[in-house]
């Protein structure tokens, strides 16, 4: 969209291999039709700057290919600035990855230092660290701070947006649950039609029991936004059901999510 021609490289056999299978593919398929390459089971082997440009080699199983670029990103992760701080000095423990250690609280094994945040293992999120910071700070001063880590959204930046919360349908059936699953189009909502920005869907899932929202898995137009109301419906414990009568505004994208509900009793 911006000009750019981008070409991405993943080693996993999927892309956003932590989020739901099915919409990670849905985003991926819409990426490309964008225009982008998305090549997967694949590792950037070595990278030379010649003449202004970029030659990265690729290594896809026991197939190498060359590509020339103007610019790589590398994004493998990250990990947690531990070092300088002197925490072996007074004894705070730390694992292989920098990590400090904490308990349920947010305690370190030393009395009187807490840890939060990108320093601790867990999902480098600023909205998760914020939250752990006001929940500790709740604990210092006495009070019961909480961190429900079950309701922890995320959000995968592109365009169209993919957002998720809870369980994805893989997780929900791998730790035994048999699983109700809902979708609606956004191709199908007035409001898109509207903004002219109609792909995507949203995808709920369910205990196919209990009725239990396990997860919430949002493709398309401000899912960053939208996946708001899953993260409150999971955070007090919602059925499918709460969240398919919950009324939603119409003209609205939200009214996409609702009917998504709806449908796990389809």
């Keep these: ?54 030659t990265l080699t690729i290594a896809a199983g026991d197939q190498e290919r060359v590509e020339t670029c103007d610019l790589v990103l590398v994004a493998v992760g990250r990990k947690p600035c531990s070092a300088g701080l002197g925490l072996e000095d007074v004894g705070v423990a730390i694992n292989e990855r920098g990590q400090v250690l904490v308990d349920a609280q947010g305690h370190t094994n030393v009395e009187g230092i807490w840890a939060i945040g990108d320093l601790v293992p867990g999902p480098m999120l ?73 792909n995507g869907l949203v995808k709920v899932v369910a205990d196919a029991h209990t009725d239990q929202l396990l997860g919430m898995h949002i493709l398309g137009p401000q899912a960053s936004h939208l996946i708001a109301e899953g993260v409150l419906a999971l955070e007090f414990g919602a059925s499918a059901e709460d969240v398919a009568r919950t009324v939603h505004a119409h003209p609205a994208l939200s009214e996409v999510v609702g009917e998504a509900a709806r449908a796990t009793a389809s």
Aim: proline fraction near 2%.
């Design 126 to 198: 600023a909205h998760k660290a914020e939250a752990e910071g006001v929940a500790v700070a709740e604990r210092m001063a006495g009070r019961a701070g909480q961190v429900n880590y079950d309701a922890i959204p995320s959000v995968v930046y592109t365009h169209p947006e993919l957002a998720s919360v809870g369980a994805s349908e893989e997780a929900a059936t791998a730790a035994g649950h048999e699983v109700a699953v809902g979708k609606h189009l956004f191709r199908s909502n007035a409001r898109a039609h509207c903004m002219d920005d109609i």
């Design 1 to 54: 969209r911006l000009g750019a021609q981008v070409f991405v490289v993943e080693a996993m056999d999927q892309s956003l291999p932590e989020m739901d299978q099915e919409m990670a593919q849905q985003l991926e398929r819409l990426l490309k039709r964008q225009g982008l390459k998305i090549l997967l089971g694949a590792k950037a082997q070595e990278a030379a700057i010649e003449k202004g440009q970029v």
